[in-house]
């Protein structure tokens, strides 16, 4: 088999996992080539050649892998995941763990699996695999940025303490041509995600149904979100009905305005654009290798959320 593989410098840098697994690769008779991300590298020359290939591999944190499955989107060529970042949440969605040998073998084992992708302001270059939003989730994970080498996940929790008083915004919401006005904290965009800030999170988001779920956080105050509005959000029981503070809604087409105007992250990292934002769902355009072939779909109800 023969493998493209864009390793991070900056992710796990100095950390000998990249070493182990390239080694068990080639034990298993693998090709690998190796080529570095590195900061404002361009990734359509990385992978300039990429259709000679049988895999690509993005090592790295959820920004690489969200960044290298938009670069691929709609060729088909299977990418897999080697996670060496602070979160790493996208593999932990979707089931992908293990030592170098074992991710070795998911490598060349795995089943190539088609799943959706959420796109922003469409073909300007940035995709996501998860979650994108606009607002106070954008506001947590800008503070969380410098807390994180130190608090890994705990620093989302942190950063949302300091955090006290959200922005409450007035949304006009464009949804597949539906106009929808509201106001809330936070707009946010979801392809796939059963487990955001290290927790379950289950109101039935579905990767490879076509459409991105809407999910407008309407509390007022961190007091009212943690806990309640996250144990709604997180829910593992999945009741929609149930879920005070959230209005939420499945759209292809999305646009979302707001006054004032707010930050945007994209997997977990914040771009450099406000809103008003476009976003919409590229159907089917990731192909990631996953274990069986399957994509977890909601976690099964388990003990109670440690908030
Ligand atoms: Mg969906």
Not at 125 to 147: H, P
Not at 165 to 176: E, G, N, S, W
């Amino acid at each position: 088999m023969n493998i493209l593989m864009l390793a991070n410098l900056r992710a796990g840098l100095g950390n000998p996992v990249l070493y182990d697994y390239v080694q068990a690769l080639g034990a298993r008779d693998a090709e690998v080539t190796l080529r570095f991300i590195r900061e404002g590298s361009d990734l359509s020359y990385l992978l300039r050649d990429v259709s000679e290939y049988d895999r690509v591999v993005a090592s790295g944190g959820d920004g690489t892998v969200s960044s290298v499955a938009y670069a691929l989107r709609n060729t088909g060529i299977p990418l897999m995941l080697h996670p060496t970042g602070t979160a790493n949440l996208f593999a932990h969605n979707v089931g992908i763990s293990g030592d170098a040998f074992e991710l070795a073998r998911l490598t060349i084992e795995g089943i190539p699996v088609a799943i959706d992708l959420g796109e922003l302001d469409h073909d300007a270059g940035v995709g996501f695999l998860m979650i994108a939003g606009a607002g106070f989730d954008a506001s947590i994970i800008d503070r969380a940025r410098d807390l994180k080498p130190l608090l890994g996940e705990g620093a989302y929790f942190v950063a949302a303490a300091q955090n006290l008083q959200p922005t409450v915004a007035t949304f006009i919401l464009r949804l597949d041509g539906r106009q929808i006005m509201t106001e809330g904290i936070a707009v946010m965009l979801v392809n796939l995600s059963h487990i955001q800030f290290d927790l379950p999170l289950t109101h039935g988001s579905d990767a490879q149904d076509g459409v991105l779920e809407v999910v407008v956080v309407k509390t007022r105050s961190v007091a009212e979100l943690l806990p309640a509005a996250w144990a709604a959000i997180l829910d593992r029981l999945g009741k929609h009905s149930e879920r005070p503070g959230l209005e939420i809604y499945s759209a292809r087409e999305i646009e979302i305005l707001s006054e004032p105007r707010l930050p945007v992250q994209s997997d977990g990292d914040i771009i450099d654009r406000q809103t008003p934002l476009r976003a919409r769902v590229l159907p089917g355009a990731a192909t990631i290798v996953l274990p069986g072939g399957l994509l977890p779909k909601d976690t099964p109800p388990g003990p109670g959320i440690a908030l």
